[in-house]
């Protein structure tokens, strides 16, 4: 007997007849013997509908009121999800992110997951019960509601399959796998039977919105197999991906996919003085007021001054401009400019460790597309590009293609 935790995504749970399908894949689960403990998201579109509800009213409102909003949207799912199994004869029991006590820190919005006490959730399975957590949320020290930040409840999911020593962490959504890049973007994407979590975990954090990077660095951390599958596939025997530890995956790869993210802007200050200190005093502000720094570019100084250039996400775009303008005051910079019309294109690849000249392959196929590149920055195993965001699609099909991931290359 195995203990599983799966995750239905927003399109998984979009309908009363999609929840009715994930009850009765739960009860195949069951049948077999297995422990099932279920994270739901909200129902699809619901956290866009209560995000712009929130703009519509106050958009520069307390972080903290808006999480109690985005919670509910995983407490509907929920609750529907258990009325269903019961209604099937299944006994389940549902719990908010407070009541499966997932404590978090108070970065409403962003928050991390610090602690599960999950006796509750053990009682329960222990008692022959179905499991569902609402996903996305949790709850900090002074009792305030907290979401995950958007995509988070494949965080919830892989936190709690830590917290119980489930064997497996099942994420279902709507693409029966992790593909060479979004198959929505390039229809011939090959998919990935297995995938290391270090290349998860690139792919993820240059923006592969298919796993959020916080669930991918949780399993990393605690070893945890995540299986990515779909919920819209008939049966259980259809294609999946398991990211799992790298030596578990027997063939190394070059380039494994092309990541792309445009959520993100990118923030100049020219002509600051060019001395020691000099990017602490411009990127500590903008740390201290927890806002992600991602791609840093500072130029060769001349006549002692010099240029910087960030990147940031592009929700935190005013916040980050309004402090970078007060930085600008006091350190007596030239001036300020903002860009949100970028976007970040990335591969990646287990392989690149051992491969030279992959960096030039990369620039030369996107000069020859005549697509300018603004930014580099590389890891072991990644390359990032940032493009005029008007270039993005053509960048991701012009590198899926020079690296040979089609479907049909393979
Ligand atoms: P869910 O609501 O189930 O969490 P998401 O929309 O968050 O689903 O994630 C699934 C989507 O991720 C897919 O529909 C696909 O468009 C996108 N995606 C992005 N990159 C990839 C990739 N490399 N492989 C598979 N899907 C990807
Ligand atoms: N409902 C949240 C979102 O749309 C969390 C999730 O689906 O993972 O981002
Ligand atoms: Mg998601």
């Not at 009121?65 to 509907?76: A, M, P, W, Y």
Request: with cysteine.
């Amino acid at each position: 007997m195995a203990l599983i935790v799966q995750k239905y995504g927003g399109t998984s749970v979009g309908s009363p007849e999609r929840i009715t399908e994930v009850a009765k894949r739960v009860l195949r689960w069951r049948e077999k013997g297995d422990d099932v403990v279920v994270v739901v998201s909200a129902m699809s579109g619901e956290t866009n509908r209560l995000v712009a509800l929130i703009n519509e009213l106050n958009p520069e409102g307390l972080a903290r009121e808006k999480d109690v909003i985005l919670s509910t949207g995983e407490q509907v799912s929920m609750g529907l999800l258990a009325l269903c199994l019961q209604a099937m004869g299944c006994e389940a029991r549902s719990y908010t992110g407070r009541q499966a006590r997932i404590l978090t820190d108070s970065a409403f919005g962003k928050a991390r997951i610090r602690e599960i006490d999950a006796s509750l959730i053990k009682t329960d399975l222990d008692a022959g019960k179905v499991v569902i957590v609402a996903g996305f949320q949790g709850v900090d020290a002074d009792g305030n509601i907290t979401t995950l930040g958007r995509g988070g409840s494949d965080t919830t999911a892989v936190a709690l399959a830590v917290a119980l020593e489930a064997d497996e962490c099942q994420i279902y959504t709507d693409v029966d796998g992790v593909y060479t890049t979004d198959p929505r973007v390039v229809s011939d994407a090959r998919h990935i039977p297995k995938l290391a979590l270090e290349e998860m975990l690139e792919m993820a954090s240059q923006g592969s919105k298919v796993l959020q990077i916080r669930a991918v660095e949780f399993a990393y951390k605690y070893d945890m197999p995540i299986r990515v599958l779909s919920s819209f596939d008939d049966g259980d025997d259809g294609k999946s991906t398991l990211v799992t530890r790298e030596e578990d995956i027997m063939e190394e790869v070059m380039v494994r996919g092309v990541a792309f993210n445009r959520d993100e802007a990118q923030l100049t200050i020219k002509g600051v003085p060019d001395k020691p200190g000099v990017a602490f005093d411009i990127l500590g502000p903008i740390s201290d007021a927890n806002i992600e720094v991602d791609m840093i570019l500072q130029n060769v100084g001349s006549d002692g001054s010099t240029d910087f250039t960030f990147t940031i996400h592009r929700n935190d775009y005013p916040d980050a401009m309004r402090i970078l303008q007060e930085t600008a005051n006091t350190l007596g910079a030239a001036d300020c400019s903002g860009d949100q019309r970028i976007a970040k294109v990335s591969i990646v690849g287990g392989g690149m460790r051992s491969h030279a000249g992959v960096a030039s392959q990369m620039f030369e196929a996107l000069a020859k597309d005549g697509i300018n590149i603004r930014m580099i920055s590389t890891s072991e195993i990644k390359i990032s590009v940032v493009v005029d965001e008007k270039y993005l699609e053509l960048a991701v099909r012009t590198l899926h293609e020079a690296f040979g991931l089609s479907a049909e290359a393979a």
